[in-house]
């Protein structure tokens, strides 16, 4: 059909069921997965990962020197997650020639294999338990060779965290451990001490426990991090200090766990601007529809438009605006919804500024098919809102905008003759923030993945805010959001 006699207009319906469903991440890991496995049959084998009740599992990789804290972070996660733990106690319950092989290894001290390593893993994460639950791999790999033979068996964690202290922290933590023999729960005499007389008593210290000892295995462990570090994908990473409070660790620990790797998945960003007037947004949505192509949608702008071409939707606004009367919310979303539908925001993404305002109008919008995927508060001080609005001057000779501060106008002629805005007057200014700070709580809430945004900054590092965050998806909420 011809678009000049009737636009096209995507249903958004499609869109929102991909993104709803995640059908685009869950193809791609359906092919990584084939890829990785190269079984004999790629068909049975999709169809057999698609059976999964959750292909999308954590998949934890845990790193450091010794006594950095990596058991404790690692089962202080799995307390909270249900994650399961595989260490080397758990890698030595596996049945197989490559885990007695390990288990040689061990005794003598000596690095395990990378292929033999890389098969007792794959054999363990292979379980129900790990399949279900996902897994950590705690203190493994300890070598570069070990590292690449689990990226030769197909596993590649999401999430890889290392752990760093001074090696003079590490003495003093590893001198003052002690372990319960009827546990094998792990105490420190200064820093984590038993809670009972009866453990307090039989508590020990572990087997070889020498500052010796513990230097040679520093200088293996500073001989090999960078190697390892190198074999690993660097957007999966995070070094994080273990030289603080163990609760500080795992708030940092689990924060980096909640966020999600960046995917190769097509995404049209759907983005929301809220904040009071003056907080930047016109700015904002300038600077990202210029830089990443989406169409800057603003309701004050559509209305205008819609008046002024003489539509019938803008008729009908009209009638109300002469009238020194609010537009009902259901014609301003019609007129919305014309825009929104159009080919270039269903293709190319939009950003909106100016609607909604309200909670009402926020689910009148989802409920249309237009739901956000990206929902951005800026946050403004009151008084630098003032400053912003109520100097601002308009000239009427050439219509030239100024601010007195910011952007002075260039003789003192032209200062003489500029004017103020009605809605730039203080009293407006403070009254438009009041309604603002009155719905501002309830949207926040309608919109629970909404992020925040300090706007009382200079524009393009308010910019670099927003863009660090539209970027990467959005962070799960909890890490039991991923079971």
Not at 226 to 246: H, L
Not at 431 to 460: C, F, I, K, R
Request: charged letters at 25%; hydrophobic letters at 35%; aromatic letters at 6%.
């Amino acid at each position: 059909m011809d678009e000049t006699k009737r636009p096209l207009k995507i249903p958004p319906e499609f869109t929102m069921y991909a993104e709803k469903n995640e059908l685009f991440s869950l193809y791609e890991r359906m092919i990584q997965e084939v890829i990785v496995s190269q079984p004999g049959d790629p068909l049975e084998h999709m169809i057999n990962f698609l059976h999964r009740e959750n292909d999308d599992v954590p998949q934890i990789v845990i790193v450091g020197p010794p006594a950095s804290g990596k058991g404790s972070i690692a089962r202080m996660v799995s307390k909270e997650s249900g994650i399961h733990i595989i260490d080397t106690a758990d890698l030595l319950t596996v049945d197989s020639e490559q885990a007695k092989q390990v288990k040689q290894c061990l005794s003598g001290e000596d690095d395990i294999p990378g292929d033999v390593l890389g098969a007792v893993v794959k054999d363990r994460i292979s379980k129900k338990d790990c399949s279900d639950q996902g897994w950590m791999l705690v203190g493994y790999p300890k070598t570069r060779d070990q590292a690449l033979a689990l990226q030769r068996h197909g596993i590649f964690a999401k999430h890889v965290v290392f752990l760093e202290a001074p090696d003079m922290v590490l003495v003093e933590r590893y001198m003052g451990k002690r372990i319960d023999p009827e546990t094998g729960d792990i105490y420190h005499l200064t820093f984590e001490p038993p809670e009972t007389p009866d453990v307090t008593r039989r508590i020990k210290p572990i087997d070889n426990q020498t500052e010796k000892h513990l230097r040679k295995l520093l200088l293996h462990y500073h001989r090999n991090i960078e190697g390892i570090r190198a074999a690993v994908s660097k957007g999966t990473t995070k070094i994080i200090n273990a030289d603080q409070p163990k609760t500080d660790v795992h708030a940092q620990v689990s924060h980096f766990l909640c966020q999600q790797a960046r995917s190769v998945a097509p995404q049209c960003p759907r983005v929301i601007l809220e904040g009071p007037r003056g907080s930047g947004k016109a700015t904002q949505a300038a600077l990202l529809a210029a830089k990443y192509g989406l169409v800057n949608v603003s309701v004050v702008e559509l209305i205008k438009q819609a008046i002024a071409d003489n539509s019938k939707v803008g008729n009908m606004m009209s009638t109300y605006i002469d009238k020194k009367m609010m537009v009902p919310d259901n014609i301003v979303l019609k007129c919305l919804i014309e825009r929104l539908s159009k080919l270039d925001c269903a293709t190319k993404g939009w950003v909106l500024r100016g609607y909604p305002r309200s909670r009402h109008q926020a689910e009148a919008l989802s409920e249309a098919g237009y739901a956000p995927n990206r929902v951005y508060f800026l946050e403004c001080p009151t008084d630098t809102i003032v400053e912003r609005l109520s100097l601002r001057r308009t000239d009427p000779v050439t219509g030239g905008q100024y601010h007195l501060i910011y952007n002075p106008p260039p003789s003192l002629e032209m200062k003489r003759r500029l004017k103020t805005h009605h809605k730039d007057a203080e009293s407006a200014v403070d009254e438009d923030v009041l309604s603002y700070d009155s719905q501002v709580e309830e949207l926040a809430d309608y919109y629970a993945t909404s992020q925040n945004v300090n706007a009382d900054q200079d524009p393009h590092t308010v910019f670099e805010s927003i863009e660090s965050l539209l970027v990467k998806p959005l962070p799960k909420q909890s890490l039991k959001a991923t079971l």
